[in-house]
C-alpha cells in the first residue's frame, strides 16, 4: 500500500477562503451538492411515509403470529411505533458521505502532519442476522495529508454507517474506507468494542463478551510503530 491511503474522492469542488486563521477558515461547497442533499432528505421522508403502512402491517402480522391479541390497549399503536423505529435504526441507507466533509486546507494554515484520534464514539447498530442491537464505543485516528475535517464529521460517518443492518467487521471497514475516500490522509485506524444483544440476550448468553475489530489504512498498516501509538493512545489508554 503506498504511503497515503487510496479512494475515490467526491467530486464536488471547493473552495477555500481563510481570513484570520485556522478558526476562519471557512469550506464552500458548491451549491449544487446543498440542493442535492435537501433532495436526498424530502425524498427519504416522502418513501418512508409510503412504506409505514407495509412495515405496521408487517408488525402487526408477527404480533399475531405471537399469540398476542393486537386489540390490546397496550399494543394498539406498538405496529406503529415499531415501524417507525426500524426507519430510524436503518437511516443510514438514505445517507452517503458525500458532502459531509468540511475540510481545511492546512497549506493555508500551516502544516500539520501528527495524528488526530477521536475515541469513545458511541455506536448502535442492529446485528442483520437477528435484527437485535449491538452498541459499543470507536475510536478513529488519522494522520492528515494537507487536509484535516471537522472532528464531528467522524462521528457523523459512524452514524451514517452504523444505522443500516451490518456486521461489525464490514461497519469498521466502511468507516475506514469512507474515511479515506473523503480526506486521502496518510493513514486511517478504526477500532470497535462492542457487545452483541444476540450473544447476550439469545444463544450463548455471556454478558460480558465484548468483540473488538479493526480496520488499520496506509502508514498504520505499514508502520507497527505508528499503529502502535495508535492503540496506546486510543485503545490502551
Known sequence: MNSHCNGKVGETAVEFHCDNGFSDLIIDTKKSAVVHRKHETSRKE??????????????????????????REG???????????IQFLTKGYHETIDGEFDLWDLNRTGDH????IVKDIDLFSLCEH?????FGKVH???IPNKK?????????IVEIFSRRLQVQERLTKQIAMGICEALQPK???VVIEAAHMCMVMRGVQ????????STMLGVYLEDPKTREEFLALAVHA
Not at 130 to 134: D, E, I, R, T, Y
Open 113 to 116: 502532519d501528527e495524528m488526530v
Open 130 to 134: 437477528h435484527l437485535v442491537p449491538f
Open 46 to 71: 416522502v418513501e418512508d411515509e409510503s412504506r409505514l403502512p407495509a412495515l405496521e402491517a408487517a408488525y402487526t402480522s408477527i404480533l399475531r403470529h405471537l399469540g398476542e391479541d393486537k386489540d
Open 148 to 156: 484535516v475535517v471537522g472532528l464531528s464529521k467522524l462521528a457523523r
Open 206 to 213: 455471556k454478558m460480558n463478551s465484548r468483540t473488538v475489530t
Open 187 to 189: 493513514g486511517v485506524a
Open 75 to 85: 399494543l394498539l399503536r406498538t405496529p406503529l411505533r415499531a415501524a417507525k423505529a
Open 140 to 142: 478513529i485516528g488519522y
